[in-house]
């Protein structure tokens, strides 16, 4: 199946620094991508819909200026927490799907630790 | 609106058993539902999926599903059920109708007894 790559697997960060996640998808090209975020024990909640070459759409309730994403190619989307805070640590998965009658392939995660 | 339910968080079945993972739907149109299995501090793995055609769907590591348009279910079977097995299961809708969106279930723990 296709490979969706997501880098960094974890970090931790200082509380007051910004924090860049990479997805790629590697065998194909996706329009669009997904960004998650995971809480302990809890369902995927989709923060934002990732559009290459435009904005991002945000899910309501999800700070833009906090939760940057940057979708510059159709194999990379970005996103950028700023500014972290302990209460931005979680674990985040982007995903993308090559066509919509595609299933969609997820990233391994990122877990975000912020001291 | 679309969306998915899962109304079991946790399922225990002991080895060598037959499994069900419970799932049901609602949306406008034909559905798109898929399943996706999470390991601990893992991305989620597909499973299967159902766009059109058969209703019993097979997929990886023995899972099949049965989709069923008159009880808007699409529930995740195993015929025997592995200690591997144990992990967190996903159902998800993707809306059709213009965002594309994936939408998941609250996603049911699987516990299998060895």
């Known amino acids: 199946g296709a490979v969706v790559s997501q880098h960094p697997s974890w970090v931790i960060c200082k509380s007051g620094t910004s924090v860049k996640i990479e997805c790629r998808s590697l065998?194909?090209?996706?329009?669009?991508m997904f960004w998650y975020r995971q809480f302990p024990k809890q369902s995927l909640m989709l923060m934002a819909t990732?559009?290459?070459?435009?904005?991002?759409?945000?899910e309501q309730g999800v700070e833009k200026d906090k939760f940057l994403i940057n979708h510059a190619s159709l194999t990379l989307s970005t996103l950028t927490v700023t500014s972290a805070h302990p209460e931005d640590s979680s674990f985040y998965i982007c995903s993308a799907s090559p066509s919509l009658n595609a299933e969609a392939f997820f990233g391994q995660g990122t877990r975000l630790t912020v001291v | 609106a679309q969306s998915v339910a899962q109304p079991e968080d946790q399922v225990n079945v002991a080895e060598g058993n037959p499994l069900t993972v419970k799932c049901t739907y609602s949306?406008?149109?034909?559905?798109?539902l898929f399943w996706y299995v999470q390991y601990p501090n893992r991305g989620l793995q597909f499973l299967l999926k159902y766009i059109t055609g058969d209703n019993l769907v097979k997929g990886s590591y023995g899972f099949e599903a049965e989709f069923n348009k008159s009880q808007t279910s699409f529930h995740l079977k195993k015929p025997s059920a592995l200690v591997s097995d144990s992990a967190l299961y996903f159902c998800a809708v993707r809306d059709t109708s213009g965002t594309y969106k994936y939408i998941f279930g609250t996603g049911t723990r699987l516990k299998v007894l060895a």
């Open positions: 990732s559009n290459e070459g435009s904005k991002a759409t945000y």
């Open positions: 949306v406008s149109g034909n559905p798109y």
């Open positions: 065998d194909f090209q996706a329009t669009t």
